[in-house]
């Protein structure tokens, strides 16, 4: 007698996430949990300056691909010159480059 499989269960992308369909199901989930804290945490912490979901502050990147790299290095270098980078754990902060790296830009 045949075992039925399993049929694969459905994830769900978000709409507004950018992933390449030639990862595999375990880091596709990764990336999808990286990507809605990191999406939390931007709200919080980093949108009313950087923008995205609303105009941020007047000379603040607001991550465009090429800005994300630099911003990144720049403030893994200075982390106590960043007021919000305080009051992140260098985890939050993954999260939140992460979400910025997957996010689909218009």
């Known amino acids: 007698m045949q075992s039925a499989v399993p ?14 369909p030639d990862i595999g199901p375990a880091v596709r989930d990764v990336q999808i949990q990286w990507f809605e804290k990191g999406k939390t945490l931007y709200k919080i912490h980093c949108g009313d300056c950087h923008g995205i979901f609303t105009k941020g502050k007047d000379g603040v990147p607001n ?42 830009i218009q």
């Open 7 to 20: 049929e694969e269960q459905k994830v769900v992308i978000p709409d507004d996430m950018t992933i390449s």
């Open 63 to 104: 991550f465009t691909k090429i800005q994300i790299d630099t911003y990144n290095a720049s403030v893994l270098a200075n982390k106590d010159e960043h007021q919000m980078m305080k009051k992140m754990s260098l985890e939050q902060f993954n999260y939140v480059m992460a979400y910025l790296r997957l996010r689909k």
